[in-house]
C-alpha cells in the first residue's frame, strides 16, 4: 500500500557550509522526489488535512494531480484557494495544521504536504505556469492597508470577483512580514515573494508604498477623497515588546524586529549595502518562537556566537520542530528554564552581559504551558555584546487612534467579528491586526474571510 512507503527526505545545505551564507536551507523536491511523496497520500474520502489548513486548499486533489504529473492543474487547484503558496509551503507550520491532520501520522509520518506545495509553486514559476482570471469589473473599490499575508490574500481575492483593489503600504517595499521578518535562508525574496506578489499585481491590483496610514492618509479621507467602498486593514502587528527589566537601554539591546528587518528588508547581510547592524561576539537572543530563531540563526550567520534564553523546557518551545533542528545543527546554544533580571552594560553604556535565573516548571498556565516559577538563589551571569529581545509583538495603535468609531482591546487588537467586520461600518480587519502575532497562514486565512465579508457587503450596499 502506498502508505508503506517511507516519507521521501528533503536534501539540505550541509548546516557547516549554509551558517556562513544566506542561501536557502531547504533544497525542495525535484520531480522524481515529489511524484513519489504524492503516492504516498491515500486519497480520505473525508479529508482532515483539508479541515485543519486555514485556507482550505483542495489538498488530496493536488497531491492527486502531482502523482500523475499534471503539474498544471495541480497550480490551478492550489491557486483556487492560495495566492502565497511557494511562501506557505516554506513557513507554515503544517506540523501543527494539515499535516498534523494527516491520518498517515497516526501510526506513522504524515505526507510532506509542505514540501509538496513548495514544489508545485517552485515548478509553476520555473515554467511561468500561473493562473490570473478576474470576472468583469463590477466598479466597486476596495482600499486595504499593509501588504503582508492578510492584506495580499484579502486583495486576490477581491480582484478575483470584479473589484479595483489598491493597497496602501507603509514601508518601501511590498511584502509585509515576508519581507522584513523572515530571513532569505528561510523565505528568499527575490525569487519568492517578489515573484508572489507579482502575481497578485496580474489581477489588476495596485500597490503604493511608502503611505503610513494614520500619518500619511487616514482611513476617513481614505473613504471621502480617494472614493474607496470599503477598508481592510491588515497592518500586521509590528510594535516589538521588551521586558522591562534594568539595563534594557543600554546599547546593544534591540528588538527582534529591528535587527531582522536591518538584516531583511535592508539587506544588512550584504556588504555592498551601507545598513548599519551590529552584533559583536557574543548574542544573547531572549525567547523561543520562530522570531527569536530567526534572529538567533541570522546572527550566526553573521558571525557571532549565539545563544537562546527561554524560561521554559524545549518541550513548551512554540517554535517550529523543524527550525529548532536546523539551528541545533547551525551550534546554537540553548539554555532552557532560564529568564533574565537584568542587562549589564559597562562605562560606556554597552552590553557586556546579562543575569538570569534559573527557573523550574509549575503547573498549567492560561495558555496550556507549564508556568515557569524562579528557584531562589539561582541567579548567575552570561557574557554577551548584544541582547535580541523576542517576546512577541503587537499591533501599532496609529490607525484605532487616527479613525474615529474603530475600536481595540487592552493589548492595542483591532476588534473584529468572525466575518472580519471591525466596529467601523464599511471597515474590515484580520490578521495580527486583530489577533496579534501569529502565522502567516493564519493571517491569509483571515484575508480571504474577510474578502468573502466585503463582497457580501458591498452586494447588499
Known amino acids: 500500500m502506498s502508505n508503506k512507503i517511507p516519507r521521501v527526505p528533503v536534501r539540505e545545505q550541509d548546516p557547516n557550509i549554509r551558517k556562513s551564507n544566506f542561501e536557502e536551507v531547504c533544497y525542495g523536491y525535484n520531480v522524481e522526489e ?82 509538496l506545495e513548495r514544489f508545485v509553486a517552485d515548478w509553476s514559476r520555473e515554467n511561468k505556469v500561473s493562473f ?5 469589473s463590477n466598479g466597486k473599490r476596495v482600499a486595504i492597508i499593509g501588504s ?5 490574500s484579502c486583495a486576490s481575492d477581491l480582484a478575483k470577483m470584479g473589484y479595483f483593489v489598491k493597497i496602501f503600504e507603509a514601508l518601501h517595499q511590498a511584502g509585509g512580514v515576508l519581507e522584513y521578518g523572515i530571513p532569505e535562508f528561510r523565505l528568499p525574496k527575490e525569487r519568492v515573494v517578489e515573484y508572489e506578489i507579482d502575481n497578485v499585481l496580474k489581477l489588476g491590483v495596485e500597490i503604493e508604498t511608502d503611505v503610513v496610514v494614520g500619518r500619511t492618509i487616514t482611513i476617513d479621507e481614505i473613504f471621502d477623497e480617494e472614493g474607496f467602498d470599503a477598508v481592510f486593514i491588515g497592518s500586521g502587528a509590528g510594535l516589538p515588546k521588551f521586558m522591562h527589566i534594568p539595563g534594557e537601554n543600554f546599547n546593544g539591546v534591540v528588538s527582534a524586529n529591528e535587527f531582522l528587518t536591518r538584516n531583511n528588508l535592508m539587506k544588512a547581510f550584504d ?9 559583536g561576539k557574543r548574542v544573547a537572543v531572549v525567547g523561543g518562537g520562530n522570531v527569536a530563531m530567526d534572529s538567533a540563526r541570522t546572527a550566526i550567520r553573521l558571525g557571532a556566537d549565539v545563544s537562546i534564553i527561554y524560561r521554559r523546557s524545549e518541550k513548551e ?15 546554537l546554544h540553548f ?59 503587537s499591533p501599532n495603535p496609529l490607525i484605532s487612534a487616527t479613525t474615529p468609531g474603530l475600536a481595540s482591546n487592552k493589548w492595542q487588537c483591532l476588534i473584529a467579528d468572525e466575518s472580519g467586520q471591525t466596529t467601523r461600518e464599511g471597515v474590515f480587519a484580520g490578521g495580527d491586526a486583530v489577533t496579534g502575532a501569529a502565522t502567516v497562514i493564519l493571517a491569509m486565512g483571515a484575508g480571504r474571510t474577510a474578502a468573502k465579508a466585503i463582497d457580501e457587503y458591498l452586494k447588499k450596499k
Open 34 to 115: 515529489a511524484m513519489l511523496e504524492a503516492t504516498r497520500c491515500i486519497q480520505c474520502k473525508k479529508p482532515r488535512c483539508v479541515d485543519a489548513c486555514p485556507v482550505s486548499i483542495k489538498i488530496p486533489q493536488f497531491i492527486k494531480n502531482v502523482k500523475d504529473g499534471d503539474f498544471t492543474k495541480a497550480v490551478g487547484t492550489i491557486a483556487e484557494d492560495s495566492s502565497l503558496p511557494a511562501v506557505c509551503g516554506r513557513v507554515c507550520p503544517q506540523e501543527s495544521q494539515c499535516e498534523g491532520a494527516c491520518i498517515l501520522g497516526v501510526k506513522g509520518e504524515p505526507v510532506s504536504i509542505g514540501k
Open 335 to 393: 539554555h532552557m528554564l532560564t529568564n533574565p533580571v537584568e542587562i549589564l552594560g559597562d562605562d560606556n553604556g554597552w552590553v557586556k552581559g546579562i543575569r538570569c535565573l534559573r527557573m523550574e516548571l509549575g503547573k498549567p498556565d492560561a495558555s496550556g504551558r507549564k508556568s515557569p516559577i524562579e528557584i531562589p538563589g539561582s541567579e548567575f551571569d552570561m557574557e554577551a555584546d548584544v541582547v535580541i529581545m523576542s517576546l512577541g509583538t
Open 148 to 152: 503582508g499575508p492578510a492584506g495580499l
Open 271 to 279: 556588504p555592498t549595502y551601507d545598513t548599519p547592524i551590529y552584533v
Open 317 to 331: 518551545l512554540p517554535a517550529r520542530v523543524e527550525e529548532v533542528h536546523h539551528a541545533k545543527e547551525e551550534g
Open 132 to 136: 490570473s482570471e478576474v470576472a468583469p
